[in-house]
């Protein structure tokens, strides 16, 4: 079974522009969920999706959004970058079929605003 | 919100020795779940364990859900347990994991 894909693993981008970031769950995973990580603030939630639907979200600022398609893969955007949005983003699916919310990782994708 | 705190924050140790890590959180949970996160990034699920003890190898964890805290024992530490070992926990609320700061170990051979 293949695991949680994050594309790109590695991008730079200048203030001022935007990025996409996309995460394809484990096949029959519906939920997925973000989360930033810095050295200063650590893994903070971003949101989370579910039947292509934001069930809940984390205190970041509008200029960061996401979304899921009908086959569970979603993305996350983030506009108008700020140098403080270097981070390590990561993507996490679960599948609530056992009853357990058991979160799986992707390997992450590493933003670097210049 | 609620508010997930991990103890100690660094630990060294030497190859072969046991090791406790605490994490407290402030409310009623819906789960708790332990990360290991190797010097890649790369977040590994060690543990989903909302009450009760478990184990896998030489690693094991027990929370006691009514006293809003977990353990995570690591028995016999080999270098390759270096990295973070993160606590999450999934609010009441539901669909919202929050992280504590992580405990960073390093295992010297």
């Known amino acids: 079974k293949a695991g949680v894909t994050q594309t790109p693993r590695y991008l730079i981008k200048t203030r001022g522009q935007q990025v996409t970031l996309s995460c394809s769950p484990i096949s029959g995973h519906r939920s997925v969920s973000w989360y930033q990580q810095t050295p200063g603030q650590g893994l903070q939630f971003l949101f989370e999706y579910f039947s292509e639907t934001q069930r809940n979200k984390g205190n970041f600022p509008g200029r960061f959004s996401g979304r899921q398609f009908s086959n569970s893969r979603s993305e996350m955007n983030v506009s108008t970058l700020e140098l403080g949005d270097s981070a390590l983003y990561l993507c996490?699916?679960?599948?609530?079929?056992?009853?357990?919310?058991?979160?799986?990782f992707g390997a992450g994708s590493r933003l670097t605003v210049l | 919100g609620i508010q997930v705190e991990q103890s100690p924050p660094d630990l060294i140790l030497q190859e072969g020795a046991n090791s406790t890590l605490r994490c407290n959180f402030s409310?009623?949970?819906?789960?708790l779940q332990w990360f290991h996160q190797n010097p890649w990034g790369q977040l590994i699920n060690l543990f989903y364990?909302?009450?009760g003890t478990k184990q896998n190898g030489r690693l094991s964890a027990t929370t006691v859900a009514t006293e809003r805290y977990s353990l995570l024992y690591i028995s016999s530490s080999q270098t390759t347990d270096s990295g973070v070992y993160f606590c999450?926990?999934?609010?009441?609320?539901?669909?919202?994991?929050?992280f504590g700061a992580g405990t960073r170990l390093f295992v010297k051979a």
């Open positions: 364990i909302p009450s």
């Open positions: 409310d009623s949970v819906n789960n």
């Open positions: 996490a699916s679960s599948s609530i079929l056992s009853g357990a919310n058991v979160l799986t």
């Open positions: 999450a926990v999934e609010d009441t609320g539901g669909f919202k994991t929050i």
